[in-house]
């Protein structure tokens, strides 16, 4: 893989865990790669489908969800929801050939600032470690 | 959809050097202004600042701005701040973005180029969203000052009495003919070994005679439906075939009954009998009689001697076997669930041999054998005779993965130790043993009141029974003393089951009629385990009691007391916010499938006929929170949600990459 | 093509405004402000922008229902796919079904990912990399994703079924078909959505890809995909040097051959069973009889005609997975409850998308009638 190589990488976050376990994250000052940009929705389970397999086609080498954890939910199960979905979409970017790999789900709670920085930063070194998406600049 | 021209603001925050000393805040700023419909770019040292909000302000009103991007900290931060700002400039607080360069930028990140570089892209995210954002309305419905208390437990006695004395209306739903529920089965409480009785009649009768309490017992809730503040609900009023009106409470047609002593009382857990016309217990209330149906000889054989012995007996006339049930529909502004517990079924353990063996008892039937008010009058004789030999067996039920019961049922441990000690006290002689895991003596007092337990004798031995079977007339309990390591069987006269608390059997069919869900315990499910316990998911429907979980007395009362509360805040304002975020159907794109009202953990969506044969989603804005799962699951694109639409999440997309 | 050409094109300027298209339009007959008329009307006034700009554009089924009756010889679908085209150049798109899915799925197909499409072959079937036969499966691995077990969308179908169903079909008549994890979407909608580069890049490359496996001859289950390959490749990217198959017309010719042969029945009771002609098999392709031929071959069945088939049959609803919507959901109830008065037990398709697109009608609703892709009934049947 070419060292240059740096990763776009969309998160989404649900406004009440996750969102705010990345606002504790700069609060605490934590460093973690430059390279997700997050989106807020309300609830994970607002997450479309569409919405990941837009982003890689729009140029996104990965897309990382994050969610309240199962029972923590704000929307009772809007987190579950989201997990069954994406389960199918791991399934459908892998027959694409983008690689299940490159979609990923983590439970982020509101207190856990460390664990959103280490889920960003391990997220964005195996995206960098898999590279570009083949075919993906072809065609 | 045609709108005016988009002339969009960008606000770049410094936040003092804390953006300023990571992201180039000039290179943003220059950068965004380039993007289309961008009619200003600034930066400021402090947005949130008087000065930096007055900045927007006299933009909007000199430049015609009609959509504002604030890149600054988190929206969870200041959101509120800068929508009141654009409201007071005379924009609708919904055509406001916030980029946060802030708490997910400059504070994660070192590399300035990096940094500044993803700064750009965040605020090009929000220009991109404000430009397809759309002026909302925010909502308020009004609250009707009644209250439906659902169960007439303690829980639910003491939420109606509060809500009642704070004015409002209370109409108290309970099933059986009378209120009182579990704890009126008692005998003496723990710690302080009050008689259940004693502070639980005083409230029982506060509710009959509380002019704003309207009790409605012998009766079931079959309906609700609406949303909080206009809940309508139908009640079924069971026929007791005896006027309440005309009823004296004298008794005389259960002592007349061709039937008495024959049928098994309820109240007493199986240990007593009663006559077909019943009053639960003497201090049930209302102090009315009612005629059991499935047991009436005139009810279901159409004869009972001549004529029914029970009104050639009653002297005012109040028999009416042509009583039919009645429908009484009702208006309110919230509800309170305290639809209560059942006692587990020890005969799920047929290892301990409960229904088997006489003398072997559940809970609630020693509770009802040491009452004064019994079928024993309070004497412990189990065959005529006083047990010599009695042994406790803790978590029946609960912390048992094997009957499916995974959850602690918080008062056994206590409950047994109060029913060991009133053995003590009536049999001094008598050998007490008992077995647990662990002693959970969490409350106030409880401890002290183990500690004095263990100093009156009673034995606790660590390891729970495996099984017990038959010796001789007596019982042969078994178990491992784990302290030990080593087997220990006992001899008893009597086991007492330490059954636990589980979920009523119809915990489904209420949730469903409430569209409240339960917990993976088959309780009811509160909206937030530590910062909502009373709340449900739905608005203005609360909980209070063993109907969200197993629990003490003093607990249930200080739920069924933030129960009420709850209630009454909504009730008081007389109006409530509805979420302004919610879904909206496109009622012709609509195809009617229904998987919105599948997925919806509200019940905001629901499928009506406009045409015969022809269904479309109508979602209750008052109802939906506007977590958006619908939009995501609608196969045809007829659901978009406010301010999360399809489009303006994808514009985010397309930016940020 | 401005609107002036696309009329001419068309022969829209022959319009009689005899409103023959507009009565047999099923979506004017849900809603009567749309009409296949005016939209025409308008192109000839010259007033092709608003056309082009109208919600309605993408509401169109292109079931060809108007363009077969046309006494004029209108070429409406070309007409709707045209102003489609000039539509999709200034950003205009209808409303996607399933949030879009479907649509990235085949706009990424163009690019040069690889695909595990293929994961859907068991050990029990015989396929190859090079051969004489190209089976092009289309796009039911993604289907299963959508609207399979588990899926988006699950509408209790296994669209994979049909793939494994056809090479079973294929193999019984000593056919061992490449099937390539280098097959694109046809391109079928994002022609019709009028997404002409789109569909060119995806032409292009399934071209390379059959040339590749040495094929020449392609077979399609799937009627879109066929009259795509067989009639939209040659127009758009030339003529090329292979022949293309439906599957149904294969069958026909090996049961008259004798090659296909069905086991005996061994009750009295035939089921019955009706059939739904797909608008691309029947009207487009003309293929009428060949799917009734293969059914009166299978003993013990009994065919019943619906009230409205072969030309005159009604779409399945929707098209292209836009704008699908309460006029999609009527006419679709409107069909099934066409098949379930014909008594029969069993209502057919010929298209993976009409079976969706029913299947989804039928869900949460009243209608019985048990839905079945022909191949699935073959395979069942054949001895």
């Known amino acids: ?139 | 959809m045609e709108t005016a021209e988009i002339r969009i603001g960008v606000y770049i925050c410094h936040c003092g050097i804390n953006i300023a000393s990571t992201v180039d805040v000039d290179r943003v700023r220059d950068s965004i202004s380039q993007l289309p419909n961008v009619i200003v770019s600034r930066d400021f040292k402090y947005m949130c600042s008087d000065p930096g909000q007055e900045l927007v302000r006299r933009d909007i009103k000199e430049k015609g701005l009609n959509r504002i991007v604030v890149a600054s900290c988190s929206p969870r931060m200041h959101e509120p701040t800068f929508r009141m700002t654009i409201q007071q400039a005379g924009l609708n607080p919904y055509c406001l973005e916030m980029a946060n360069i802030r708490e997910q930028c400059s504070w994660v990140h070192e590399d300035r180029e990096y940094a500044t570089a993803k700064a750009v892209k965040l605020v090009s995210a929000a220009v991109a969203k404000v430009s397809l954002l759309e002026p909302l309305e925010e909502k308020e419905v009004e609250v009707r000052p009644e209250a439906l208390v659902i169960g007439g437990g303690i829980a639910g006695i003491q939420a109606s009495l509060d809500i009642a004395d704070a004015g409002f209306k209370v109409y108290l739903v309970e099933r059986e003919p009378s209120i009182g529920g579990h704890m009126a089965q008692l005998d003496k409480t723990f710690p302080t070994l009050d008689c259940s009785a004693c502070i639980l009649t005083p409230r029982m009768v506060e509710v009959e005679r509380h002019p704003n309490i309207e009790l409605l017992s012998y009766s079931e809730v079959i309906d609700v439906s609406g949303y909080i503040g206009n809940f309508h609900v139908k009640v079924r009023k069971k026929p007791r075939y005896i006027a309440m009106d005309k009823c004296t409470g004298c008794g005389m047609c259960a002592e007349a009954c061709r039937m008495k002593g024959k049928i098994i009382s309820e109240f007493d857990v199986g240990m007593g009998k009663r006559s077909v016309p019943y009053i639960p217990f003497p201090y049930a209330v209302p102090s009315k009689y009612t005629i059991d149906p499935e047991n009436c000889l005139f009810i279901t054989k159409g004869k009972c001697g001549k004529s029914p012995a029970c009104k050639d007996a009653c002297s005012s006339d109040a028999i009416d076997f042509e009583q039919k049930e009645e429908i009484v529909e009702l208006d309110v502004g919230t509800i309170v669930v305290a639809t209560g517990f059942d006692l587990f079924d020890a005969r799920e353990k047929p290892e301990y041999g409960y229904g088997l063996y006489d003398n072997v008892l559940s809970g609630l039937e020693f509770e009802r054998l040491v009452s004064s008010s019994g079928p024993t009058q309070g004497k412990i004789v189990i065959d005529d005779k006083e047990p010599r030999d009695v042994v406790f067996v803790q978590c029946v039920g609960s912390r048992d993965k094997s009957v499916g019961n995974e959850y602690c049922s918080r008062v056994c441990c206590m409950y047994t130790a109060k029913q060991a000690h009133l053995i003590h006290e009536k049999l001094p002689d008598a050998k007490l043993t008992v077995f647990y895991i662990d002693i959970r003596a969490f409350g106030k007092g409880y401890e002290e009141f183990y500690d004095r337990v263990r100093e009156e004798g009673v034995r606790y031995i660590r390891g729970n029974v495996s099984e017990i079977i038959k010796k001789g007339d007596r019982l042969l309990v078994m178990a491992e003393d784990t302290l030990l390591g080593e087997p220990v069987d006992i001899e008893a006269d009597l086991v007492v089951l330490a059954t636990g608390i589980v979920p009523r059997k119809d915990v489904k069919e209420v949730g469903n009629l409430l569209k409240i869900s339960r917990s993976p315990d088959g309780f009811f499910l509160e909206s937030h385990p530590k910062m909502r316990p009373v709340d449900t998911a739905t608005d203005g429907i609360y909980l209070a009691g063993c109907a969200q979980g197993p629990k003490d007395i003093p607990d249930t009362v200080a739920q069924a007391k933030g129960a009420a509360s709850s209630a009454m805040t909504k009730m008081a304002r007389g109006k409530v916010k509805v979420e302004v975020t919610t879904a909206s159907v496109d009622t012709f794109v609509c195809r009617g499938c229904g998987r919105c009202v599948e997925v919806c953990e509200y019940g905001a969506p629901n499928l009506e006929e406009v045409e015969p044969g022809i269904f479309v989603s109508q979602i209750n804005d008052s109802i939906c929170k506007g977590c958006g799962a619908c939009s995501v699951v609608c196969p045809s694109g007829a659901i978009s949600m406010k301010h999360f639409k399809n489009e303006q999440i994808l514009s985010q997309i397309a930016a940020v990459i | 093509m401005n609107s002036e050409a696309i009329v001419k094109e068309t022969r829209a300027y022959h319009c009689l405004e005899c409103g023959v298209c507009t009565s047999s339009c099923p979506v004017a007959r849900v809603r009567p402000s749309f009409s296949p008329r005016l939209l025409v009307e308008k192109a000839l006034f010259g007033f092709g922008d608003e056309i082009v700009r109208d919600r309605d554009l993408w509401s169109c089924l292109v079931c060809g229902r108007c363009t077969s009756r046309c006494p004029s010889n209108v070429d409406y679908l070309n007409f709707i796919k045209e102003m489609r085209i000039e539509a999709s150049k200034l950003g205009e798109k209808g409303l996607f079904s399933h949030d879009g899915i479907l649509n990235t799925i085949m706009e990424l197909q163009s690019l040069s990912l690889r695909q595990k499409r293929t994961s859907w072959i068991t050990d029990d079937l015989e396929v190859a990399d090079e051969g004489e036969w190209f089976y092009f499966v289309g796009c039911l691995p993604y289907f299963d994703l959508v609207f399979g077990e588990g899926g988006y969308c699950d509408v209790g179908l296994k669209p994979t079924e049909r793939a494994r169903n056809t090479v079973r079909i294929l193999n019984k008549m000593g056919i061992k078909p490449v099937v390539s994890n280098d097959e694109r979407c046809c391109g079928h909608d994002l022609l019709w959505n009028g997404d002409l580069e789109g569909f060119r890049r995806l032409a292009e490359l399934n071209l390379k890809t059959i040339e590749k496996s040495g094929a020449k001859k392609v077979i399609c289950l799937c009627p879109e995909g066929y009259v795509t390959l067989k009639r939209d490749y040659p127009s758009y990217l030339g003529e090329q040097d292979i022949e293309v198959v439906q599957l149904y017309q294969l069958l026909a010719d090996k049961l008259k051959e004798g090659k296909l042969n069905f086991v005996e029945n061994g009750s009295d009771n035939p089921v019955k069973v009706t059939f739904h002609d797909p608008c691309s098999l029947g009207r487009i392709a003309e293929i009428y009889e060949e799917p009734r031929e293969i059914l009166s071959g299978i003993p013990g069945i009994e065919l019943v005609e619906m009230e409205r088939n072969r030309a005159d049959a009604l779409c399945c609803g929707t098209s292209g997975w836009v704008n699908c919507s309460s006029c999609s959901k009527q006419i679709q109830t409107e069909r099934l409850k066409e098949a379930e008065a014909t008594g029969a037990d069993i209502l057919l398709v010929a298209c993976p998308k009409c079976g969706i697109h029913l299947s989804c009608a039928k869900y949460n609703s009243d209608i019985k009638i048990e839905i079945k892709d022909i191949t699935d009934l073959i395979v069942e049947k054949m001895a």
């Open chain 1, 1 to 139: 893989m070419s060292e240059e190589f740096e990763p776009n990488i969309v998160g989404f976050a649900c406004n009440w865990c996750s969102y705010a376990g990345a606002d504790l994250a700069g609060t605490s000052r934590m460093k973690y790669p430059p390279n997700i940009r997050i989106i807020r929705v309300m609830c994970s389970g607002r997450v479309s489908p569409s919405f990941v397999l837009k982003a890689f086609q729009m140029g996104a080498d990965g897309v990382l969800i994050t969610g309240c954890h199962p029972g923590d939910c704000h929307y009772i199960a809007g987190n579950l929801k989201c997990e069954k979905t994406m389960e199918t979409t791991r399934k459908l970017i892998d027959v694409l050939g983008i690689g299940e790999e490159r979609l990923r789900l983590e439970w982020v709670s509101a207190s856990e600032g460390s664990k959103f920085a280490d889920v960003v930063t391990d997220f964005t070194n195996h995206i960098r470690g898999l590279g570009p998406i083949l075919g993906k600049s072809q065609g």
